[in-house]
């Protein structure tokens, strides 16, 4: 049976309650909350000196009373979280930091801190306020990843490599399309985490517990001391927390694209491949096969996003119930271990690419022997022959089987083992030279012979590059600019303290 701790002096419950909290309680929900806000030590403070600011600035506290709590919060913020004396009895951040207040100023001025908000308002502010201390680094990280893909993009733009559909060669493809289509997806997972960003970066200050106060308080105000770029405007939304979900979504997504790199990378270093290999820095080895070498890197990432997949999942089940108000459910456990497993990866994935070795010379060669441009011969004989795709795509299918069947390799095909594929799918011969047998399935005119936006023509490889390389520039400009805002904001609030402390 449980044991209750007595009541003492200080604790919020003990006016309402008959007693204090039972042991079991403060040992497994009460101790381990606590120890999680202790974590968001920096948001705390951050709310906790803009709230009193305001309550000076609105007159709702004298200056006196404002600038003794502020001095405190100050002094408490540089001691930082090892110098609070939390106590799990008196349950969470928000007391601990009150009862730090009364002891050192009295309940009379210590507790008027609290005026004009409430634990549900100030509790989601410093959630906000926290998240994007790790968004932010984490959006960094994967401009850092693009930057790293489209410079080995850039180096190897004409770099020959087999294509592949259902694990087997299609066309001939270049290594530069391939990596600026991942950098393409970096592109649309960094503009899904600024979507989320402007729904995070929302201030619930103020709200109260439900609807409001009485107080002349200016939210606005300390919207903008926070950082934040406007308001959850309606009092009830404020308590709640769906744009956790919202980011665990577009963090889910950037895993995704990581694991997709980290797969490809995965396969194609595989001995049969052949075609890159990470740096022995980023492998390990086996304790009984001597001649091992793993990419241990690779395989952590594929790991960390395996679990990504549940992230989403698992804060739509957590945020269910949140319209009752139960105050659990407005907290997503896992968030902070989902900022930081992305941006762990993150930065991970970017030393991968940075130190990959290519083999240039294996990729031509696996990329020209295995057929990979019958479909380019299939479209010669369409313009040529006067077939239509069907009828072509058939005479081509033979050929190959024909050839395989003889042991041939695409550079050994001609035109007589062409006419007579034509002659046993179609009934007749397709008069083709030699020549022009070999140019339709040669890689390099294959690449050269495309002509589509978007394609791996030349061309159009530079193209695509340069765009990417100028749209990486323009979210690096939103990124210095929201991160200079918001300090901008950090000392606006640092100056507006000394003001009340000086005045």
Not at 85 to 99: I, M, N, T, W, Y
Not at 264 to 288: K, N, P
Not at 318 to 341: P, Y
């Amino acid at each position: 049976m449980s044991t209750s701790v007595p009541a003492e002096s200080g604790l919020l419950t003990e006016a309402r309650l008959a007693s204090g909290p039972a042991e079991v309680f403060v040992r497994i929900a009460q101790g381990p909350g606590l120890r999680h806000e202790m974590d968001h030590f920096d948001a705390f403070l951050a709310v906790d000196l803009a709230h009193t600011v305001m309550l000076v600035e609105r007159s709702i506290l004298t200056g006196a009373q404002g600038a003794a709590i502020l001095g405190v919060l100050r002094d408490i913020r540089a001691r930082g979280r090892g110098g609070l004396d939390a106590d799990p009895q008196r349950g969470s951040f928000l007391l601990q930091v009150e009862a730090e207040l009364a002891r050192r100023l009295g309940e009379d001025v210590g507790g008027r801190m609290h005026t004009g908000r409430s634990r549900i308002d100030q509790g989601a502010t410093v959630r906000r306020l926290h998240t994007r201390c790790g968004v932010l680094p984490a959006m960094a990280r994967l401009l850092g990843l693009r930057a790293a893909v489209l410079a080995l993009a850039g180096r190897h733009r004409r770099t020959l490599m087999p294509g592949y559909t259902h694990m087997q060669h299609a066309q001939p493809w270049i290594l530069g399309h391939y990596l600026h289509s991942m950098a393409v997806r970096l592109d649309e997972d960094f503009h899904r985490l600024v979507e989320s960003y402007a729904r995070l970066n929302l201030s619930p200050l103020g709200a109260v517990g439900l609807a409001g106060t009485s107080w002349p308080i200016d939210r606005d105000r300390t919207a903008a001391l926070l950082g934040f770029s406007g308001l959850v405007e309606n009092s009830r939304l404020a308590r709640e927390a769906w744009y956790a979900a919202d980011v665990v979504a577009a963090l889910s997504f950037v895993m995704a694209t990581l694991n997709d790199i980290a797969t490809d990378f995965h396969v194609w270093s595989s001995w049969e491949f052949g075609l890159v290999e990470t740096d022995d820095a980023f492998c390990g080895t086996s304790s009984i096969f001597p001649q091992k070498k793993n990419p241990s890197a690779l395989e952590a990432i594929k790991k960390e996003s395996g679990a990504a997949t549940q992230w989403l999942a698992q804060a739509m089940t957590t945020f269910r119930g949140e319209g009752s108000g139960d105050q659990a459910i407005r907290e997503l456990s896992m968030l902070d271990d989902a900022v930081a497993s992305t941006d762990g990866m993150l930065e991970l994935a970017t030393a991968l690419v940075d130190t990959l070795i290519v083999h240039e010379a294996r990729m031509r060669e696996v990329a020209s022997g295995n057929w990979s441009t019958a479909s380019n011969l299939a479209d010669a004989l369409v313009r040529d022959a006067g077939l239509s795709y069907r009828q072509s795509h058939h005479v081509v299918a033979r050929l190959v089987r024909l050839c395989l069947q003889r042991k041939l390799p695409p550079q050994r095909a001609g035109a007589a083992e062409l006419d007579e594929a034509g002659r046993q799918t179609i009934g007749r011969a397709l008069g083709l030279s030699d020549a022009a047998v070999q140019e339709a399935l040669d890689a390099d005119a294959f690449v050269r012979t495309r002509v589509t936006r978007g394609s791996l023509a030349p061309a159009e490889i530079d193209r695509m590059l340069a765009e990417a390389a100028a749209e990486l520039e323009a979210d690096r400009g939103w990124l210095r600019a929201e991160e200079a805002r918001i300090a901008a904001a950090a000392k606006a609030l640092d100056e507006a303290v000394d003001r009340v402390i000086a005045s």
